[in-house]
């Protein structure tokens, strides 16, 4: 028929506009599907910041909390845990490995994790990535320190530099170990997990300079309650432990087995869950950002809008032309109409393309600076209902200037007016 | 069809935009005959442009006789008659007769796009569409190169008027409606622009209806309607807009 042919030749024929139009209404279909594939990739991340721990055990707390400080380093643990219950757990048959984290130290504002060589060989992130160095070894003494990429970065550190902790988590502690300096033995390459921001130093020497310390605060220090310490790390305590299974499937039971610990109270979470937990109190802010492109499409629908609907006038003419030679009104109904569902169409496409190609470009540098993994795949369910909501709201945009031109073209005739 | 010697009968025709409002058009008869060159004379607002616009097709009276092309056209549907416009009538407009985004050659063969029956006839003599646009373009002087690849809208108004002319004759529709086609062209031109239109509606054997309002074009045509006194409802009816203080 005659009408496709004409309407791709006037799209061609105003190329500057239109084509600026199917840039913007491309923009915002770029922009909406790409913020739904960062959000798919940032849940991704985030629910596998920490991956291959069955079983996440700390005093008796809320779940979200020991997820918080335990893996995010947020906010501190109520009570700590004793040795004795770690032994425990740690020797029991179910249990393949098991990490002790102590946690309560800081080095220059990041946290200072005191761990053990567990700790590099079986904690995994991601997609079950094991941690590697970016530069000198693992720890071989007490007092050997490795620390996480950004830690490196930010403070310019490398491997055989000294450094000092502090006690407590303020930026500026007035008590620091001074007298025990760290070396730096190596440095991690990122991970885009909070390990980034962390300093690594063997349980042992935490165990120790706390002694030290402790001894140190009772000589000059009597105003400093002996309670705060107590049940602290001068006793060997532990903020949390990861577990490894020897199977999965015997989580549950695992869970429950350290929840009625006999010794003191406990709490297990499965970190998967407890994640999901937290990305999920966290959907407001996906959900307004997805709000946030929804109107950024609104906008560049409109822009289409308004560019038909100014060009409605002088096309009266071209209009009255075409049914002179015989176009009936539906015809010209069409005419426009098909050129907004085209426009729409080719800015679906091109949105589409813009997406994928700014995907495969920034993949890598994603995933190494943010440890954010975009999965390059084709559209899903959820994206492709934004694509087809997209489309027909092109196609309802379009209704307008049809109907309109369509009552000009009656009222008109061929008697052109203008 | 294409023998009967009357092109247009009108009788007791009324027209009016709404059914209750005073009638824009009452012609009590009218006839042109096959092959004639009738020029319609009137002041631009008489109503003229609702004649045709009914001659078209485009709009259908209230009561009365209309038959073009022996078709009865009130006893047609609007798509019947957008069809039968497509098929038998060639049109010239004013000015703007040209869509911008088609080159000259595809304005030319436009009517084709909506008309078999006008494309078969140009295929029935010509080897394709363009070559018989191009053909009708060269008796209008319009064939030069320069021309036809210009876009339409860097031609001049004449060339403009020109192309729309061989718009109006491809596939040689019975009847060419020519609504002011000359207002925008120069003395010289004007006389010119009749000429090639007689001389192509001579060629086709086509019926031609003029429509102007300029007396000095009279001359060659062999009839002269006043629509003034074809219209019954005419403007002096008509109560007059109230002069602006």
Known sequence: MAIPGLAIKSFRNRKFTTGLTVLSIALSVMLLLGIEKIRQGAETSFTSTISGTDLIVGARSSPVQLLLYSVFHIGNPTNNISKHSYEDISEHPQVEWAIPLSLGDTHKGYRVVGTTTQFYQHFRFARGQKLQLEQGEWPGQTYDAVVGAEVAAALGYKPGDKIVIAHGSGDESFITHKDRPFKLAGIMKRTGTPVDRAVYVSLKSIDTIHQAYAGDVHDHDPLMAHGEHAGGKEQGGLSAILLGLKSRGAAISMQRNINEHDHEPLTAIMPGVVLLEVWQMMSVVERILMIVSGFVVVVGLFSMLIILMTSLNERRREMAILRSVGARPAHVFILIMGEAVFLTLLAIGLGVAMVYGLMVLMQPWLESSFGLYVVISWPNTTELMLLMIIALCGFVVGLIPGIRIYRYSLADGMTIKI | ?245
Request: contains cysteine.
């Open chain 2, 1 to 245: 069809m294409s023998y009967q010697t009357t092109v247009i009968e009108i009788a007791d025709l009324r027209f009016a935009w709404k059914k209750q409002a005073r009638p824009v058009l009452n012609i009590a008869s009218l006839q042109v005959n096959r092959g004639e060159r009738v020029f319609l004379r009137g002041p631009s607002g008489s109503g003229k442009s609702t004649l045709l616009n009914l001659l078209a097709g485009v709009t259908t009276p209230q009561s009365g006789v209309l038959t073009v092309l022996g078709q009865d056209l009130t006893a047609l549907g609007s798509a019947q008659r957008d069809h039968f416009r497509a098929h038998h009538i060639g049109f010239i407009f004013q000015m703007f007769n040209l869509i911008p985004y088609l080159s000259v050659v595809e304005n030319v063969t436009l009517p084709c796009r909506f008309s078999d029956k006008r494309k078969h006839k140009v295929l029935a003599q010509a080897d394709s569409l363009e070559d018989e646009a191009i053909r009708l373009l060269d008796h209008l002087d319009m064939a030069h190169a320069d021309v036809l690849h210009k876009p339409v809208n860097e031609l001049s108004v004449g060339q403009q008027q020109r192309v729309a002319a061989a718009r109006a004759l491809i596939g040689a529709p019975e009847l060419v409606i020519a609504d002011e086609p000359t207002s925008s062209l120069d003395a010289d031109r004007r006389t010119a622009f009749i000429d090639l239109l007689f001389r192509e509606c001579g060629n086709a054997n086509a019926t031609l209806i003029f429509v102007s309002h300029d007396n000095s074009l009279v001359a060659p045509f062999e009839r002269t309607i006043e629509f003034e006194q074809l219209n019954n409802a005419a403007l002096t009816e008509q109560p007059k807009l109230k002069a602006i203080k």
